[in-house]
Structure formats: C-alpha cells, structure tokens
C-alpha cells in the first residue's frame, strides 16, 4: 500500500490534472529507479513504454517540468508520413508509421490515427527532380510512395489552385498511408500504458541537474530533490542544449521556434494533408473543421515558444495563393514550440560521453511521425546498448562525418 493520505491524492489529482491512479503514483518520487526518462513528451513517454514493453524494464519514472505532451508534442501539425530519403531515416519512420496504424488498439486508447494521404507538390523542376528520386528510393527501402501529375494532384485535393500565380503545381509525391493522429492522445496513451505498468510519471517537476561518480550517472537534482538512477534517458527536444550542459556535455543542436495556426471552423473542404514546400505552408483539416496550417522555422535561436510575426504572413500569403478560397478565413489560434534542430537535420539517438545516459533529440520540425519508432529504438538502445534503427543516428557521425543528410530531401521538413 502507499502511505499517502487519500486527502494528499486528490489534492494532487486536482492540482495537476490528473486521473486518480496516476495521482495514486505520482506525488512522491522513490529514491531510486533503473531508468529514469527526462522529458515526458511522445519520445520520452514512447521510451518508458518499449523499455517495459520489449525489455521488461519497469523500474521506470518519466519527469516532466510541465504536463504531459506540453512541449512539442502537443503543438504540432500532426503530419504522419515516412517517404524520406536516406535509408536510416526511411527505416526509423515507416516503423513508427507501421506502428501508428495499431497504436489506438495496442494503448487501447483512441489516439485517431487517419491514413488519409500526404501530398508533397513539386511546383519547380528541381523539385520534381528530388521526388521522383526519393519515389525510387523508396521502392528500394519498401515504403510506399508514388509521384504522381497534376490531374490526380486536382482529383484528390480539388480546393488546389494547380495553376498558381507564382509557381503551377506539376505534380506531387504521394504516400496513400500517410496521414495525421490527435497529437496529445499520443502522449496520453503511452503515458496511461505506462502508468499501468507500474512506472511513475512525475509532472511539475523540473530536473536541474545530474549527479555523475567516476563518469558514470547516479542520478538527477529536481526541483523536488534528489532521485537516483542507473541509467538516464535526456528526451526534451527544445531544451536539449540546456540539459546536456547540466549533465556536463554539449550537443551540436540549436533550438528555435516552429509555430502553428488554425482557422474558424468549416465544413469538410479537403480530407488529405498538402504541403506545399516551395512557396512554403502546409494545410490540412481537422476533425472539428479547422484548417490545421504549419508555418516556417525562425531564423536565430531562441526559447520563446511563440516565434516571429512575419513567418504567419509569409504561411497565410503562400496557402492563399495555393487554396484560394481560405482567403477570407479567421484566424483562430496561434502559437509556437521549440524544436531542436541538427545540421543534417537527421534526429540524435545515442549513448553519450557519460556513461549511462542516452540522449534523444534533434528531431526538429518533424518528429511527431517518429514517436513510436523512435522510442522503441530508445529503449532498445538503452536496454541492449545499441539498436539497428538507432546505430546510425549516433553522436559519433558528427565527429566522423557520416551526416544523414535529409534537409534536401524532407523540404518543408515536417
Ligand atoms: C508548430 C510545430 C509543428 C510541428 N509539426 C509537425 C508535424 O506536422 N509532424 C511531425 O512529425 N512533427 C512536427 N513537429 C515536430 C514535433 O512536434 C516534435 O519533433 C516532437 O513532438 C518532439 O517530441 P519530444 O517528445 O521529443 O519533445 P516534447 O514534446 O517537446 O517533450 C519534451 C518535454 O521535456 C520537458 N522538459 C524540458 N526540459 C526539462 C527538464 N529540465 N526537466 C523536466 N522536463 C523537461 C518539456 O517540458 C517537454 O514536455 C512540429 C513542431 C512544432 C513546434
């Protein structure tokens, strides 16, 4: 039994938002774990999920300084799809896609997977170009993906305008089984899976710093005291920089502001996902009826969680001209994450210099996609010490310049 009063749960139940059992867990950290996962957003809750389910691992607490999918994880644009170029990276996201196909039944928790197709519009030679390269490669890796012409770009999105003002639409790369997933279901049903399985997710809860003895990790300073741990999984995206340095070490990642908007609601006008990469904006709707539209990356590091004006005008003005008739729409909602952006914007799942924490990161604007694939490769990378979807992503290849080079190839990179 724990020794809580019933009185102290329910004040932490109310005061954090929490379900009763997970209230049950959460107030008092134990003084030690076998893992402890910094970070409580998709990876690192996909982390503590593979560690118990694949490995057994269970002896888990998931520490958040905020709640549950308040980070990146619950501000993206839900974009699911995995017709990357490189080999690694089009491994790692068709085994996250493949695993969001029966992620709801596995968490037996709706988390509203629609394989509803994403279009990637080619609209310069270039462009047509590098997708038809990435369709070939990736018949070669085995993910389904198809370029196809502007006719059946009309058919399946009719609301494009496929002759555009600046740039016509001559084609687009296609992934039927792409889609979108209510973002912050995914955390909340790996964090439930997780809860289930006996680990502690810790919310409100800051980790300041981390304890090493002989370069090894014994565990973390928090804003509620000391917690040990054998191994340490650093999974804040945004704030990877910040939490490498308390752990002594430094990441080569930069963190800016991403950010997001929705129109008012309207009545079912398209049901794929379009990115448009070249006049640059991406839309598509939501289940409520708001279009769901993704801007650009701030240029110069910061940790505003906003991000710039200029970057809404710049969306608004390209999806005009792609969708003309969202030109009179309200705007609804707008607002901004930190992502952690690489410089082959490939992602960073590795041991590091200190021996017994991992890291993952760096999956910049598009991770959402690669949550369940990039935990299972965490937690198999950090049960085993390495794993074949993660050995590439390693920090060495920045010393040994083996970049996974995506930018090309991702455009728009979400
Ligand atoms: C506007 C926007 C649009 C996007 N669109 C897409 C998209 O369409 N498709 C796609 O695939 N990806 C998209 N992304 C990227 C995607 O959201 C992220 O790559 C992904 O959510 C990262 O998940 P995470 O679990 O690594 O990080 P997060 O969800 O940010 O979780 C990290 C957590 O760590 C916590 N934390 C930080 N420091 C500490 C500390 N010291 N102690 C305790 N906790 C700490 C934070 O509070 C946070 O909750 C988008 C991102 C943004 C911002």
Redo the contacts with the bound molecule.
């Keep these: 039994m724990r020794r809580y009063s019933a009185f102290a749960i329910a004040r932490e139940a109310a005061r954090h938002h929490l379900g009763w059992e997970r209230a049950w867990r959460s107030p008092t950290p134990k003084a030690r774990y076998d893992v402890i996962i910094?970070?409580?957003?998709?990876?690192?809750?996909?982390t503590a999920y593979y560690l118990g389910k694949n490995h057994g691992i269970r002896n888990v607490a998931v520490?958040?300084?905020?709640?549950?999918?308040?980070?990146?994880?619950?501000?993206?644009?839900?974009?699911?799809?995995s017709n990357y170029l490189q080999d690694p990276s089009a491994a790692i996201y068709e085994k996250a896609r493949s695993l969001y196909e029966t992620l709801s039944q596995e968490l037996n928790y709706n988390i509203m997977f629609s394989p509803r197709g994403v279009m990637m519009l080619a609209q310069t030679e270039h462009e047509i170009r590098g997708y038809r390269r990435t369709a070939h490669a990736n018949a070669l890796q085995g993910v389904t993906t198809e370029f196809i012409g502007p006719a059946k770009v009309k058919e399946l999105c009719p609301i494009i305008n496929v002759k555009g003002p600046r740039y016509p639409v001559l084609g687009a790369l296609w992934q039927a089984r792409a889609g979108?997933a209510r973002?912050d279901a995914v955390?909340w049903g790996y964090a439930r899976a997780c809860s289930d399985m006996g680990m502690d997710i810790i919310q409100q809860?800051?980790?300041?710093g981390v304890r090493r003895e002989g370069g090894k990790v014994t565990g973390v300073d928090?804003t509620k005291g000391f917690i040990g741990c054998s191994r340490l999984g650093i999974?804040?995206?945004?704030?990877s920089g910040?939490?490498a340095e308390?752990a002594g070490f430094r990441l080569p990642i930069e963190s800016v502001?991403?950010?997001?908007l929705v129109s008012e609601p309207i009545k079912p006008v398209m049901d794929v996902v379009v990115m448009a990469n070249t006049v640059h904006g991406?839309m598509s709707q939501s289940d409520k009826g708001e279009m769901v539209i993704?801007?650009g990356a701030d240029g110069y590091n910061n940790y505003t969680q906003r991000?710039s004006f200029h970057h809404v005008e710049e969306t608004v003005r390209a999806l005009v001209e792609t969708f003309p008739i969202i030109s009179r729409l309200k705007m609804l909602r707008w607002?901004?994450?930190?992502?952690?952006m690489t410089g082959d914007r490939s992602p960073i799942i590795s041991k590091t210099p200190v021996d017994g924490i991992f890291v993952?990161?760096g999956?910049?604007?598009?991770?959402?996609?690669?949550?369940p694939g990039?935990g299972w490769a965490m937690a198999e990378l950090m049960a085993k010490g390495h794993s074949p979807l993660a050995d590439d992503f390693s920090l060495d290849r920045f010393r040994e310049g083996r970049f996974i080079d995506e930018s090309v190839a991702a455009g728009v990179a979400?």
Excluded at 63 to 81: D, H, S, V, Y
Excluded at 363 to 371: D, R
């Design positions: 910094v970070g409580a957003g998709g990876h690192g809750l996909a520490i958040e300084k905020g709640w549950l999918g308040g980070g990146n994880t619950g501000r993206n644009t839900t974009i699911i799809r979108t973002h955390a809860t800051e980790v300041t928090t999974v804040v995206a945004g704030h910040v939490m308390r502001a991403l950010q997001a991406y993704g801007g991000g607002w901004g994450g930190i992502v952690d993952n990161c999956w910049g604007t598009g991770g959402f996609k690669a949550i990039s979400h």
